[in-house]
């Protein structure tokens, strides 16, 4: 059996045998993965009204210690939204009464960003369907083989300055 990369693979080498194309195995599946993932996150995210990005902040807020507050900053760091999307996302939770935003009392240049009670609910009732469209995405894979995979992609994430401490 074979893949869309294997048939990508195999053109390259008739065309450039000379060129050693085999980094596209990987990156190429990882691409076509990623699209594929993303397909089926999403279909799990529309079911309770979210998107990726809505879905990301509220994660990052719920899993944070109680309050489950950060400020903006905080938010970006600790989640995979970029700084474009970060004013727009939360414009758009607090409009479904999912966050709020208040100043700092200490120092009025600072806000702080905080799951409401709907928002804690709507998390915690998206999140359990979350994990179980992943683990359905992985489930060709056997523990052992997720467990030797999710430690290759961190040695690379890593490789590439991808880094934290965690504390």
Do not use: N
């Not at 050693?20 to 990882?30: E, H, K, Y």
């Not at 699209?35 to 279909?43: C, N, P």
């Not at 809505?54 to 210690?65: G, K």
């Not at 905080?74 to 989640?79: D, K, Q």
């Amino acid at each position: 059996m074979a893949d869309h990369v294997d048939l990508i693979l195999k053109q390259w080498d008739a065309q450039r045998p000379d060129l050693d194309v085999s980094p596209m195995a990987v990156i190429g599946r990882l691409s076509r993965l990623i699209r594929l993932i993303d397909a089926e996150l999403g279909r799990t995210f529309a079911a309770h009204g979210l998107d990726r990005a809505s879905f990301d902040v509220l994660a990052t807020l719920r899993r944070s210690d109680p309050p489950h507050r950060l400020t903006p900053a905080e938010l970006m760091r600790a989640s995979m939204v970029t700084s474009g999307a970060i004013t727009q996302r939360l414009d758009r939770l607090e409009s479904r009464g999912l966050v709020t935003r208040t100043p700092s009392e200490a120092d009025g240049r600072v806000v702080y960003v905080t799951l409401t009670d709907e928002g804690y609910a709507l998390i915690d009732r998206a999140l359990p369907d979350h994990v179980a469209t992943e683990d359905r995405v992985l489930s060709a894979l056997p523990k052992e083989r997720r467990d030797e995979l999710a430690h290759t992609l961190r040695d690379l994430l890593e490789s590439l300055g991808d880094t934290t401490t965690l504390t």
